[in-house]
């Protein structure tokens, strides 16, 4: 069963776990969620001061990379990224 199945399953009065919150804030950007799995998601927020910071920075992320082109990241940036996105890869 996947998080989000999980989720949904889950009774209005229980807080999602960070981890659920990760695994949706796609979906709750896009306005995918259904109301109750919204409530949950905008409970948690409401307690969870990671989750808020985490949520801000997919918003902030999203709004600079339409603004972004690959010209404009100095050569030194791009190569950190690079070098950060393919470690990551081969550690998970």
Do not use: K, N
């Not at 979906?27 to 969620?33: F, I, S, T, V």
């Not at 109301?35 to 999203?62: K, N, S, V, W």
């Amino acid at each position: 069963m996947s998080l989000r199945d999980r989720l949904r399953r889950r009774r209005l009065s229980d807080r999602p776990a960070c981890v659920d919150v990760v695994e949706i804030v796609t979906d709750y950007l896009e306005g995918a969620l259904s109301p109750a799995d919204r409530a949950r998601f905008d409970t948690h927020l409401d307690g969870c001061q990671g989750c808020r910071a985490y949520l801000e920075q997919m918003r902030r992320t999203i709004d600079i990379s339409g603004r972004l082109s690959e010209e404009e990241i100095p050569d030194e940036i791009r190569e950190s990224l690079l070098v950060a996105f393919r470690s990551r890869r081969a550690s998970g």
